[in-house]
Nanobody
Framework: QVQLVESGGGLVQAGGSLRLSCAAS????????MGWFRQAPGKEREFVAA????????DYADSVKGRFTISRDNAKNTVYLQMNSLKPEDTAVYYC?????????????????????WGQGTQVTVSS
């Protein structure tokens, strides 16, 4: 079992930056692959980024590649999402999620159904 709590969301102007954090409880955090997803009003939840248990492999949605960076600190039981060059279309509730394994193919990591644990979300609003 793992419980996830996101923080770091807020209001930022277009072009600005935010860093989201996801703190995990439980001693097995380092065993999990982690992901970030987001959901804008009226839209389906979409994949943002994923990272393997060591932090050595990552996947990104095309829409955030080059602007967002996912990382983790297993000693602190925390995964991060550094978001730069933010755009109004990045406005959404951002969720972190955990699953047992990091897929060898990107589509597997993009699939929200493969994640068994979810946080409550943190709001990110980017003004134009």
């Amino acid at each position: 079992q793992v419980q996830l709590v996101e923080s770091g969301g807020g209001l930022v102007q277009a072009g600005g930056s935010l860093r989201l954090s996801c703190a995990a409880s439980g001693r097995t955090f380092s065993s999990y692959a982690m992901g970030w997803f987001r959901q804008a009003p009226g839209k389906e939840r979409e994949f943002v980024a994923a990272i393997d248990w060591r932090g050595g492999s990552t996947d990104y949605a095309d829409s955030v590649k080059g602007r967002f960076t996912i990382s983790r600190d297993n000693a602190k039981n925390t995964v991060y999402l550094q978001m730069n060059s933010l755009k109004p279309e990045d406005t959404a509730v951002y969720y972190c999620a955990a699953k047992w394994y990091f897929s060898s193919n990107r589509e597997g990591n993009m699939n929200s159904l493969s994640y068994g644990y979810w946080g409550q979300g943190t709001q990110v609003t980017v003004s134009s």
